[in-house]
């Protein structure tokens, strides 16, 4: 193995890429490994990003990727990933590879910026219109709804709270829970104050053009009228790359830290989706990293200062 690397960064999202800029102009050597696959590919446009406001999300990572070239003491490896990860001695070794494990490297610390899995709802058609007119994010994305009829697809406890949110942007939302009980009479009844209808069938199919959604089709024969909306999918995250060392989670599978980036594994960091759930914009999660690397930067020498 080479010269053990100051910080290895997993993830080339927002998060991951934010740590890796901030790490580089404080002259620490980085490696950032990404398997550039990224949760939000099928996404046209991003939102909420200053100075950056409806930029494609792949043209932000290719601009950051540029600016981090200025920065010698940084390595950027797109499609690839670490197979495994272990704790070393006083730091950590991966093993680091394309298609299969191949180099191992070793880092003083690591920023875990892998960012989430996410589980669509079983609806179908909705893949063919995901990222164009149905979104995951309401704040990323409902500006761009505002005052259409909309729809709302999941199954999940919290729908009618996703509801509840939405509404902000449309007084005319209604939520297809495709034949799942997650919304009882009392929130049903609730949402219906907010111009909110409650559509318990089986949808049998998405009607539109080009990802432009028009209609949803339910089995017993009745359609609705929609020209976009909102997906609640099931996120994950994917530790299964870790070996011997188990960093704590909560009850969904969420990294949590201390706040600062912290994981319960000394040198062990986290940042953007991968840590404990919170507002999930690219603009949240680059600022998570650029945390977590002044951080990273005061445990290293020993300091404790807020800044």
Not at 276 to 303: K, N, S, T, Y
Request: with cysteine; proline share 5%.
């Amino acid at each position: 193995m080479t010269e053990p690397y100051d910080v290895l960064v997993i993830g080339g999202g927002p998060a991951g890429l934010s740590a890796a800029l901030n790490l580089g102009r404080s002259l620490a050597r980085v490696l950032v490994v990404d398997a550039d696959r990224p949760r939000n590919a099928a996404t046209v446009f991003s939102h909420g990003f200053l100075t950056r406001d409806g930029i494609p999300p792949h043209e932000l990572r290719k601009l950051a990727r540029e600016e981090l070239h200025a920065y010698p003491t940084v390595d950027v490896r797109t499609r690839q990933r670490v197979f495994s990860l272990r704790e070393d001695g006083d730091g950590f070794a991966a093993t680091v590879g394309r298609r299969e494990p191949g180099e191992q490297v070793r880092a003083h610390a690591v920023l875990l910026a892998t960012g989430l899995r996410e589980t669509l709802p079983p609806v179908p058609g909705l893949l063919g219109f995901y990222g164009m007119t149905l979104f995951s994010c309401a704040a990323c994305d409902g500006f761009e709804l505002r005052g259409r009829h909309l729809g709302l697809f999941g199954q999940s406890a919290d729908l009618a709270d996703r509801a509840r949110l939405i509404a902000r942007w449309s007084d005319r939302l209604t939520v297809f829970t495709h034949g799942a009980d997650v919304i009882d009479a009392v929130a049903e009844a609730e949402l219906a104050t907010h111009g909110v209808t409650v559509e318990r069938g089986l949808v049998s199919g998405l009607v539109g053009d080009k990802g432009r959604l028009e209609r949803v089709d339910l089995e017993d024969g009745r359609s609705t009228s929609v020209a976009g909306g909102f997906v609640r999918p099931e996120w994950s995250l994917d530790l299964s790359f870790l070996h011997g060392c188990s960093p704590t989670t909560d009850s969904d599978g969420h990294l949590l830290t201390d706040g600062s980036g912290r994981t319960s594994i000394r040198r062990l960091y986290a940042a953007g989706d991968a840590a404990a759930p919170g507002p999930q914009q690219l603009i949240v999660a680059a600022g998570a990293g650029a945390r977590a690397a002044a951080v990273i930067v005061h445990d290293a020498v020993g300091v404790t200062t807020a800044h």
